[in-house]
C-alpha cells in the first residue's frame, strides 16, 4: 500500500523531523542549518532529508527510532521539529515521499523522504547564497520541541501560522 500511495499527504497532517544535539544551539535554543541539510541518495540520485509522519506513529516509537540513530555522545536525541504538509508543499523544490522503513531496528514505519529539486549540495563544496538562504527560510517551518521523555503525542504541533511562529519567537527576533 506504501508503494501505490507513496505520495498522498493530507495538507494537515504533521510531519516531525528528529533533532539531535548538534542540530540545536542550545544558549539560543533554536534549529542551526544542519537540521535541514539535504543529504545525497545514492539509490535515487536525489538529495534527500529523512522526516516521519506523525500522524501513522506516535512518539514513543518515534523516540526509538531516533535513538537507534544516535551516531556519538556528540549526536545524541534531543528532540523532534514539526511542520505541516502543506508548508512543506508551499517550497515548490521541494517534494515528500512516503517511504516506509520495515527492515531497519526498530522498524520506522512513518519514515517520509522530502526531495529538494534544483537546490541539492554538492558534496565536498560550499553551498552558494541562494542554497544558504533557502535552507534558513526551510528551517523557520520546523517548531522544535525538547523530548526529556515527558512530552506526550497531543503537544506536538506545528506553527499554526506566521503569526504563531513570530509570537513563540518574538524574544530572538529583531525589530527594526
Known sequence: MAKKFKNFFIEEEFIIRFIYSDHVNTKTNTLRSNFVHFRPNQATG????????????????????????????????????????SYIREWKVCKLIFTPDYVSEPPNVSHTDIYILGLESIEGQA??????????????????????????????????????????????????
Open 127 to 176: 553551498n552558494d547564497a541562494a542554497q544558504n538562504l533557502n535552507r534558513d527560510l526551510f528551517k523557520e517551518i520546523w517548531k522544535p520541541y525538547r523530548d526529556d521523555g515527558d512530552i506526550v503525542d497531543d503537544e506536538i504541533r506545528p506553527y499554526r501560522s506566521i503569526k504563531d511562529f513570530v509570537e513563540v519567537n518574538r524574544n530572538r527576533l529583531k525589530t527594526g
Open 46 to 85: 536525489k538529495s534527500e532529508l529523512s522526516c516521519n509522519r506523525f500522524m501513522l506513529d506516535r512518539l514513543a516509537n518515534c523516540r526509538l527510532v531516533a535513538k537507534s540513530n544516535e551516531s556519538s555522545p556528540k549526536r545524541s536525541y534531543y528532540g523532534v521539529g514539526c511542520t505541516q504538509v
